[in-house]
DNA sequence: GTGGTCTAGACCACC
DNA sequence: GTGGTCTAGACCACA
């Protein structure tokens, strides 16, 4: 896995958020083992203690679990991934709505511009 | 006007974005006067060597232009204003649909979206 | 304030378990300022660090907020005190029951039992 | 039978506390036969001599008696058990009034809590 | 070898 | 001076 980590808001969000984009997206199925922590910090460039609080975090927030002894895993419950994916679509959705509408565009010419984009496939199952 | 400068990148390239932005939204009109290097400098927190490099690009890009003794203006070419707002509108959009087909999205699953999404009211002038 | 720690259980959790009793026993108020985190670490003998986690965690639950710059303060919502106090009373009551009935009582035989026991006075207006 | 030992006071006494515990509940019977101590120990996973010291105690508490040449046995005076049942009772009352005052509850509320909550059924002969 | 906790010490942003 | 973050390095329980 690639990191990409800027020094302008918290190391362990800018992980969490990464994390997150792996499981949403299906590079990390559910039960799925997740590799060590030191593993990820060394792959990472962090200190162990920061790749650790993120992954705490996404444990806190539902989308892993710990086994104590045997290691990290995603979580089985797909829907509680969906409603992550859904979400972080809906906060992209209004963030990408509110920049056009500062260039003057309104949602009908916006979705009339994305109709004529051209977009490689993405996975249908993600549509239900 | 506020302005919003971040140390990764060049400052005069986000204060050529944010000049850019006001202009392709509307809120510098053409043939508008710009306020002076050393207002706009001071505004944004910057050297005035910084927000005068800013300019002269903007003026080489042909959206400004300086009139030797009263100041620089916008650029009266309303087709070049729309040529550079689709331009950022495409590069946004790309940018969107990438990130929306990483979350496993489809171009389809996208417009729907986006439908159902709601938004304030934009300028209709804007989608020619 | 005085801490009792104790070797068998994380530091941070006894530290939130006592800060909780602080606030739901009235000892610090709705609205009062939390010492600063370096204070209450040196009065409790542990590295800021943990005292730091141990505060985190009970804004994370919603006791206490943070002022950015001027410091922690006992939230304001009294019913979330208040629920939290019930929980915490309810907990207790289930262990000292199961306790009791492993010694052969009856629910109505600790009754009986508790209602000739003596006890200072308590806050009338705790029991809602 | 299982044992919980800790490291935090002397394991003597947490074997105490557990063999009387047993005969106060009625899990070893007036005048039952208390196993060998080498088996007890190797049950707690204790030292014979620790678990020896544990027995000898309780021995002189006059909770449990020994017969030289056939073993420890219970004590068959019900009156003493009963009395130690009622001591521990009063202890773990007191203790579970004052950690509740100090959460704010006068004795009746505590009353009326316990009323109102639930509890599986004990041993009606316990309460005489 | 796994995750969890703790300490020590540092630096940062904010006001 | 406040809270927040990060690193480095250590120790622990568990199986």
Redesign the interface.
Known sequence: MQWQL???RPIYQQLMEQLT?QI???QLLPGDKVPPVRELAAEAGVNPNTMQRALADLE?EGLLYTNRTSGRYVTEDKSMIDAV?EQ???D???D????????????????????K?S?????????K
Do not use: P, Y
Request: no cysteine; aromatic share 4%; proline share 0%.
């Open positions: 800027r020094g302008d984009e949403v997206s299906g806190r994916r972080i679509a809906a992209r959705i209004a990408f709505m509110n920049s056009m509408r500062q260039l003057g565009f309104t949602k009908e010419g916006i979705v009339k511009l994305l109709e984009s977009m490689g496939e993405g996975n249908e199952d993600a549509n």
